[in-house]
């Protein structure tokens, strides 16, 4: 209870909460209660609470298995719990298949990991109103630096360095689109990561108005050189303001 108060004080929403033996069934008990539930599952009980939920609900298990168990005449976990081994060798495999029985059983000897190195640091934001490129270049301009300097931010608050930045962007027609670019060394200076993003910016099409605008750094590394990134930063500013007079413009406003 403390935890759910914590994270309604902190954020303003409420969550649904899973004390469960191991992983699985917790990540189960999490959403039986929805919204702002606390289930809390004795060993005992999964008979009773646990096996009479359909197969789905078992993290791991997708729609076509899903389908597949069906076929099988295979609906709920408990059905899942007493079929023959053999039975779902043949349709699934035997190491799908045995991980299927442990976890309709409620067996689950995943250790708990608490920490782990992050693969990406990211930000992005949805618009209230679709933004055109071009009519609203002032607000995308200015929401771009701000997503990038955030980043940075993110990035030197975990003590990370990226190598690679990309950018994601939703058309108002839903599509969703990414590119990226790999940078000659790690960094975490806002003003390389604007210019890197800008660069992938402009690989992009922008004729549609924007419902979402997003940056990503990733390939992250926990050490770089000082004088490195710095150098760094004085090669991606100098390709921002090679080329066109409208590239040179675009690296005045990056700066």
């Known amino acids: 209870m403390r ?10 929403l409420s969550c649904s909460i899973g004390v469960a033996p191991n992983k699985l069934l917790s990540k189960i008990c999490s959403g039986l209660e929805k919204p702002d539930g ?3 599952l004795d060993p005992v009980e999964i008979p009773s ?3 009479p939920l359909p197969v789905r609900k078992i993290n791991g298990i997708g729609p076509k298995a899903t389908d597949t168990l069906a076929a ?8 899942l719990a007493r079929a023959e ?7 699934f495999g035997l190491s799908y298949a045995e991980w299927m029985l442990r976890a309709a059983n409620g067996v689950d000897e995943r250790p708990v990991i608490t920490r782990a190195d992050p ?10 109103r679709d933004l055109h490129p071009r009519h609203d270049r002032a607000v995308l301009s200015g929401v771009f630096t701000a997503l990038c300097s955030r980043v940075a931010q993110d990035l030197m608050r975990k003590g990370y360095y990226c190598r690679t930045v ?8 839903f599509r969703t689109l990414t590119r990226d670019r790999t940078l000659p060394v790690p960094t975490a200076d806002p003003a390389v990561i604007r210019r890197a993003a800008g660069e992938c910016l402009r690989h992009v099409p922008l004729e549609r108005k924007l419902r979402l605008l997003g940056v ?5 590394t926990s050490s770089a050189a000082p004088d490195t990134a710095d150098q760094s930063g004085q090669r991606e500013l100098a390709l921002g303001t090679t080329g066109t007079g409208a590239n040179r413009r675009e690296a005045a406003r990056g700066n």
């Not at 099988?72 to 059905?79: D, L, Q, R, V, Y």
């Open 38 to 40: 606390l289930t809390v």
């Open 216 to 220: 990503r750094t990733s390939t992250l």
């Open 85 to 91: 081994p053999i039975l779902l060798k043949t349709h």
């Open 119 to 128: 693969k990406s640091i990211s930000r992005e934001t949805t618009f209230e």
């Open 49 to 51: 609470r646990i096996w």
């Open 3 to 12: 935890l759910k108060q914590a994270v309604r004080q902190a954020t303003g």
């Open 166 to 173: 990309g950018i994601k962007l939703r058309y108002d027609d």
């Open 72 to 79: 099988m005449g295979i609906i709920t976990i408990a059905g």
